[in-house]
């Protein structure tokens, strides 16, 4: 089969200006944990994966999307490609790029694999959640397992001979975890039989490796009934034997596979375990009733994975957006509308796609220093960790704040952006000769999985602004405010740095309102507010990371002669923040009092007066 054509591009200066410009990943470089990192391994690996992405993972994005995956002999069939890029990728090392040195990692700063993981994932959302799927359930195993379990299985999870996936859903139990009925029967002698079905489990069958290991949530007979009641099993499709070698089958079956909107290329399995009796499962660790605390792990793990995505498939979008409106010629400039004579011009001379272009540009270049940002607080807490509990501290709490924003917000704005992108194609955004529209349907799940976005806003409102006696909010809240004051003066920033200010006051006015709705106990006002909130919130930190950045482009610009490339890079940080001030940060005061004011007709309405058979 020819070579198929690659359409993915990136961004790969804003990467360099996020990772040593605005957040100086350099300052950690070289002293433990990174010792064996420098600037020039980060600027090698950004390079080698956006090859291997453009060369690799991308040109086999649009088969994966047009052929599916299917099942033949009661297994699933991938599409074309995916093996041999599969085998790629582990022989690359690409996969082990941030994992920990004891599992074979590389030990690369979480920054630096968040821009790696955005290049592979925007590349090929489908195929790359093979891979980190398995990587996250390998983390779990090392961290909670037993020292046989490890020598069984994180070799093989961590070099490509073994995948992995994590099963919660079950078609009673979806968001509801604790409702989960798949159980576990002691046998006596550490393992367990395990029976249930489970639904949407993302890679639950593939034929890239040669063995797939489950991490099953399941409730031992007898336990309580709730979350409390679950424990977590590891259970392979094929028994490993302890020599390491492959046994009998499992006695888990895939019935079936779903047919989605979106990320064909990757399976959505049904799984039964125990159709026959006879799937042999053993718990992850010693201790029974640990499968939530050990699953939110890989829950944590997984949600800002999937903010990832979200950001990767937005980005994508907005570079082919970009890369049309340069080159498609229609109508004449505005500056000439009375002249039927006039010359055609690229569409991006016209206002209003240069307008949605920067507003692209803006929530893209934002969403990613948001995820930055995140990153670089794991970063700097595994360089402080067990040195300085103040720092700690600090960069643990701001960890767990922003885990919702960046996979709730990012999400969000990557089905927007992507819509958007499809509206600047014009009708041939419409067709499948183009990715943008490949891009809308992918990046819906982003909103869904891992926890709706809903559920992202009441963990948000519900428990992340109070953690801590409510310090980590104060905390974020506080480093917003030092840089409005430092910055309320500034020649070209300072109407922006005003903005932000009210933007700033009304967010912190909105959570001592949810905290009286808590206290006086009105609760239903709570779930109709939540994702209100968590947007309001995500857009105040993300235009203070953009005002953050056109400040530092500001000063980068007296040193930089036009004639330099760097010259148009820092110019546009400059106007995607204040565009982003202008149309987003201003709107937040207003969009506040209406959350305050919490009209309550969605509560009160009589479901009946909805209408309907």
Not at 189 to 216: C, P, Q, W
Not at 438 to 462: P, W
Request: some cysteine.
């Amino acid at each position: 089969m020819a070579q198929p054509l690659n359409r993915y591009k990136a961004d790969l200066r804003d990467f360099r200006f996020l990772l040593f410009e605005q957040f100086r990943l350099q300052d950690l470089l070289g002293k433990e944990p990174f010792a064996e990192w420098g600037e020039d391994e980060c600027n090698m690996v950004i390079d080698g994966v956006y090859q291997f992405a453009c060369d690799v993972t991308g040109p086999y994005n649009h088969i994966g999307d047009t052929q599916g995956c299917r099942i033949e002999d009661g297994r699933v069939k991938t599409p074309d490609g995916f093996k041999q890029a599969w085998d790629k990728l582990w022989a690359a090392g690409w996969v082990m790029l941030g994992k920990p040195t004891e599992i074979g990692g590389q030990g690369a700063p979480a920054s630096l694999t968040a821009v790696s993981g955005e290049m592979l994932s925007g590349s090929n959302t489908a195929f790359n959640m093979y891979p980190t799927l398995t990587t996250g359930a390998a983390e779990v195993i090392e961290k909670f397992g037993t020292e046989r379990q490890r020598k069984l299985y994180i070799g093989k999870m961590t070099d490509g001979t073994f995948a992995g996936t994590m099963c919660l859903t079950e078609p009673q139990a979806g968001s509801d975890v604790g409702s989960a009925s798949t159980s576990a029967k002691a046998l006596g002698d550490g393992r367990y039989l395990i029976k249930g079905t489970k639904i949407f489990i993302s890679g639950g069958d593939n034929d890239l490796a040669e063995n797939i290991i489950h991490l099953v949530l399941a409730r031992i007979e007898g336990a309580e009934k709730g979350t409390k009641g679950l424990s977590l099993f590891i259970v392979p499709r094929i028994r490993v034997e302890d020599d390491g070698s492959l046994g009998e089958l499992n006695d888990c079956v895939v019935p079936s596979i779903e047919h989605k909107m979106g990320i064909n290329g990757s399976a959505t399995c049904v799984l039964n375990f125990g159709d026959e009796d006879d799937c042999i499962g053993e718990l992850v660790g010693e201790v029974p009733h640990q499968g939530m605390r050990q699953m939110f792990m890989l829950m944590n793990f997984a949600r800002i994975g999937v903010g990832m995505q979200g950001l990767a498939v937005a980005g994508s979008a907005y570079q082919s957006a970009l890369e049309y409106a340069r080159e498609r010629k229609q109508g004449s400039s505005i500056k000439h509308f009375k002249d039927p004579n006039a010359a055609r011009v690229e569409i991006i001379e016209h206002p209003n796609i240069k307008r949605d272009l920067l507003h692209m540009k803006a929530t893209v270049e934002g969403i990613r220093a948001l995820a930055i940002k995140l990153t670089m607080h794991q970063d700097q807490l595994a360089a402080v960790e067990g040195k300085d509990d103040v720092s700690e501290a600090y960069h643990e709490g701001q960890i767990s704040l922003l885990t919702p924003l960046i996979k709730a917000y990012a999400t969000d704005q990557a089905f927007r952006i992507a819509e958007r992108a499809i509206q600047i194609f014009g009708g041939h955004g419409y067709l499948q000769d183009h990715p943008v529209e490949q891009a809308c349907r992918d990046a819906k799940i982003f909103s869904i999985y891992e926890g709706t976005n809903f559920i992202q806003s009441m963990d948000l409102v519900g428990r992340k602004l109070g953690q801590g006696g409510g310090k980590n909010t104060e905390a974020l809240l506080g480093d917003i405010q030092k840089w409005i004051g430092a910055h309320q003066d500034h020649e070209v920033l300072g109407e922006s740095a005003t903005i932000l200010k009210k933007a700033h006051e009304a967010v912190g006015a909105c959570v001592m309102q949810f905290l009286g709705w808590f206290q006086r106990g009105e609760m239903a006002r709570i779930p109709l507010a939540s994702e209100t909130f968590l947007e309001l919130m995500s857009e105040l930190v993300v235009g203070w990371l953009l005002l953050d950045a056109a400040s530092i482009a500001l000063d980068k610009l007296a040193d930089t002669p036009e004639s330099h490339p760097d010259h148009a890079f820092y110019v546009g940080k400059r106007y995607a923040a204040v565009y982003f001030a202008h149309h987003v940060l201003a709107a937040i005061p207003h969009r506040a009092k209406m959350l305050r004011a919490s009209d309550m007709s969605a509560w009160e309405m009589p479901s009946e007066a909805f209408g309907g058979l």
